[in-house]
């Protein structure tokens, strides 16, 4: 994602006392950890702060003909520069000392509710409006600078073999976890980095590398290898050592599915939980387990994400 725009300002700020009217342009709004002081919307809840493009606004008044005013979407900032709806959750906006956090692309339409809507019978902000909390408050005028600076997920891959890491054969199963990574992280237009290790089955080594992506806050750990019941096979006994909270759920469930036509999957020891501040998986050794269970993980984690980040978005 494009992390170097630097021509993104606000155009306009405006608030309305009421739900479901226009706002008006005003000549600053102020923030604080409730949103917009003043406006309808400011509560504790992550949708605090709307946004909208004037990129949107040209489209629509193609579609209306006829010229719509900054604030008739009910946002709270109109912004030039950036196609807003093209961002992602957890992307942050800095403008001046403010720091708002991205939390919803798009909306629940309203309908007759909307004051624009009940006039031309249709809206933007249901597919184009940007939703924000707020992370630092302060005054945000028209002509101010925003900053755009996408989250970035950092996460670690694992990979625990003694024969693998003694260069005896090649680990298959850590690359295939990058690979489905690589496709969740770009179908939900998120930016990422992901770092490999490939270790001996050695809980010491293993403790050591997971204790630095606990301390370093990482988003995701995934290891793959050592669930079995063999003398060497420690990973689930380690990484649950580190885990503030287990969701044995998920691991439950996909062993019932698969163990269903395979009975040797039920004797996979794998676990997730929350480590500090990262989503931790640990994952069987051979690559047909890592799409079967990388498949069913995926079902979920999403929601968990923003779970874990006090978003709901049920």
Same mark, same amino acid.
């Given at each position: 994602m494009e992390t170097k725009k630097t021509n993104i300002k606000v155009v306009s700020v405006n608030i309305s006392t009421e739900k479901g009217i226009v706002k008006t342009p005003v000549e600053f709004i102020e923030l604080n950890n409730k949103g917009v002081v003043g406006d309808a919307h400011a509560g504790v809840w992550h949708r605090q702060v709307s946004l909208l493009g004037v990129e949107s606004f040209k489209k629509f008044e193609t579609q209306t003909r006829r010229p719509i005013n900054y604030g008739e979407f009910a946002e709270n900032i109109t912004t030039e520069g950036l196609i807003l709806y093209e961002t992602a959750p957890f992307d942050q906006l800095k403008i001046g000392d403010v720091i708002l956090e991205i939390t919803q692309i798009g909306k629940k339409c309203h309908g007759s509710n909307c004051a624009i809507f009940h006039e031309v019978g249709d809206c933007v902000m249901p597919k184009e409006g940007v939703f924000a909390r707020v992370i630092k408050g302060g005054k945000v005028k028209?002509?101010?600078?925003?900053?755009?600076?996408?989250?970035?997920?950092?996460?670690?891959?694992?990979?625990?073999?003694?024969?693998?890491?003694?260069?005896?054969?090649?680990?298959?199963?850590?690359?295939?976890?990058?690979?489905?990574?690589?496709?969740?992280?770009?179908?939900?237009?998120?930016?990422?980095?992901?770092?490999?290790?490939?270790?001996?089955?050695?809980?010491?080594?293993?403790?050591?590398?997971?204790?630095?992506?606990?301390?370093?806050?990482?988003?995701?750990?995934?290891?793959?290898?050592?669930?079995?019941?063999?003398?060497?096979?420690?990973?689930?006994?380690?990484?649950?050592?580190?885990?503030?909270?287990?969701?044995?759920? /998920?691991? +439950?469930?996909?062993?019932?599915? @698969?163990? =269903?036509?395979?009975?040797?999957?039920?004797?996979? !020891? *794998? &676990?997730?939980?929350?480590?500090?501040?990262?989503?931790?998986?640990?994952?069987?050794?051979?690559?047909?387990? /890592?799409? +079967?269970?990388?498949?069913?993980? @995926?079902? =979920?984690?999403?929601?968990?994400?923003?779970?874990? !980040? *006090? &978003?709901?978005?049920?």
């Amino acid at each position: 994602m494009e992390t170097k725009k630097t021509n993104i300002k606000v155009v306009s700020v405006n608030i309305s006392t009421e739900k479901g009217i226009v706002k008006t342009p005003v000549e600053f709004i102020e923030l604080n950890n409730k949103g917009v002081v003043g406006d309808a919307h400011a509560g504790v809840w992550h949708r605090q702060v709307s946004l909208l493009g004037v990129e949107s606004f040209k489209k629509f008044e193609t579609q209306t003909r006829r010229p719509i005013n900054y604030g008739e979407f009910a946002e709270n900032i109109t912004t030039e520069g950036l196609i807003l709806y093209e961002t992602a959750p957890f992307d942050q906006l800095k403008i001046g000392d403010v720091i708002l956090e991205i939390t919803q692309i798009g909306k629940k339409c309203h309908g007759s509710n909307c004051a624009i809507f009940h006039e031309v019978g249709d809206c933007v902000m249901p597919k184009e409006g940007v939703f924000a909390r707020v992370i630092k408050g302060g005054k945000v005028k028209a002509g101010d600078k925003i900053l755009y600076q996408p989250k970035v997920f950092r996460v670690m891959v694992i990979t625990l073999s003694d024969r693998a890491s003694r260069g005896e054969y090649e680990d298959l199963s850590g690359p295939e976890i990058v690979s489905q990574l690589e496709s969740f992280f770009a179908a939900n237009r998120w930016s990422h980095k992901i770092e490999r290790k490939l270790i001996a089955d050695d809980p010491d080594s293993l403790r050591f590398i997971l204790r630095k992506a606990k301390e370093e806050k990482y988003d995701m750990v995934f290891t793959t290898g050592g669930t079995g019941i063999g003398p060497r096979d420690i990973t689930p006994e380690v990484a649950r050592s580190l885990m503030e909270k287990e969701i044995p759920g /998920i691991m +439950e469930s996909i062993r019932l599915k @698969f163990g =269903t036509e395979k009975p040797n999957a039920l004797l996979s !020891r *794998g &676990v997730a939980g929350v480590m500090g501040e990262s989503l931790t998986y640990v994952l069987p050794g051979s690559v047909r387990a /890592i799409k +079967e269970y990388m498949g069913e993980i @995926f079902n =979920t984690l999403r929601h968990l994400i923003f779970m874990q !980040r *006090g &978003v709901d978005i049920h």
